[in-house]
């Protein structure tokens, strides 16, 4: 008799949607039970609603009730993982282990204002129009500018008021992997590091020469650690 596959959620990023998580999942799908869907306001999914962490962290709350999911581990990349720690320092019992990959979590104002000054709709629509069709192929329920706009006021709140402070990681017993790229960008492995710290069980993985967009890594590589992780 087969053993009941683990329950793993994955998470998308800021301006994603589950659809850039479909190559890993099909590197994941055969040693879990794997759970996708979209943040409110992404994807297919649309919103009236300003876009937040909480806001997030509670539609991560409802997938799990409506489909009253038990022992549940959470991967999340980059704002993924953020939402998966917020969701964790008021539900521990019902977690399993989180692995985030680069998940910037100590947001200062001034990272903030660097972050969403970035995300202008206008310019990327004519500076990078190969992003710009993506986001709008991927965004299929709603306007991408309107995905952009959202996200980059979210980023200026997480630099004045962050959802996550240094006295909230004293809360999070679940155990959980930090994952950060040495080419990445965006998430230094010290920033990393100083979160691991101050978890109460943490620890780090650095992965060589992995960079910040997903895809554009070795996907066997972290599914591996994934894997190694939560067995």
Known sequence: MKKPKKTLILLHAALGAKSQLTKL??????????????????????SESNFSIDLFTKNLSDY??????KEVSIFGYSMGGYVALNYAKGN?????????????IDWSLENSIKESNRLNPEKIEEKVPQFASLLKEMHKGNNWKDVMTKT??????????K????????QITTPVLITVGTNDTM????????????????????????VHPLDQNDLEILTQEITNFLS
């Open 64 to 69: 799990i009730l409506k489909n009253n999911l």
């Open 92 to 104: 521990t019992e019902n977690l399993h282990k989180i692995i985030t990959f680069g998940t910037k």
């Open 187 to 210: 998430i230094s492995v010290e920033e990393s590091q100083y979160v691991v710290e101050n978890l109460q069980n943490a620890q780090l993985k650095k992965l060589e020469n992995f």
């Open 25 to 46: 999942s099909k590197t994941l799908s055969q040693n879990f039970d794997l759970h996708l869907f979209d943040f409110e306001g992404h994807g297919v999914n649309s």
């Open 163 to 170: 959802s996550l402070k240094a006295a909230d990681f004293q």
């Open 152 to 161: 980059a006021k979210m980023m200026l709140e997480l630099g004045d008021k």
